[in-house]
């Protein structure tokens, strides 16, 4: 059954760190590049950042480059996202799904819940 399950969103100061989790299942995790994505209301989900099959080569927006990493474990079936020094226009429902270019072939289009992050005072 194709699951994507997403952890570790909540309430943080700008300045603050959040790790989020997301664990995969219904496809061979580990043969897929995978992505997070979010959408901040009224937002169309954009993609945030990438890592490859292996994690051998990670890809960043601009906006959250040299603050967010992205790692994963294929032998947990998890992709994570370490986000430092937040701002409020982190502000966002955060997804994970294999990379964009391919979601219609392998996970047919599904998302999962969602994580929500808010940063504010």
């Known amino acids: 059954q194709l699951q994507l399950v997403e952890s570790g969103g909540g309430l943080v100061q700008p300045g603050g760190s959040l790790r989020l989790s997301c664990v995969a299942s219904g496809f061979t995790f580990s043969m897929y590049p995978m992505s997070w994505y979010r959408q901040a209301p009224g937002k169309e989900r954009e993609l945030v950042a990438t890592?490859?099959?292996?994690?051998?080569?990670?890809n960043y927006a601009d906006s959250v480059k040299d603050r967010f990493t992205i790692s994963r474990d294929n032998g947990k079936n998890t992709v994570y996202l370490q986000m430092n020094r937040l701002k409020s226009e982190d502000t966002a429902v955060y997804y994970c799904?294999?990379?964009?270019?391919?979601?219609?072939?392998?996970?047919?289009?599904?998302w999962g819940q969602g994580t929500r992050v808010t940063v504010s005072t």
């Open positions: 799904n294999v990379h964009e270019s391919i979601v219609a072939i392998v996970t047919r289009g599904y």
């Open positions: 890592i490859t099959s292996v994690g051998g080569r990670t």
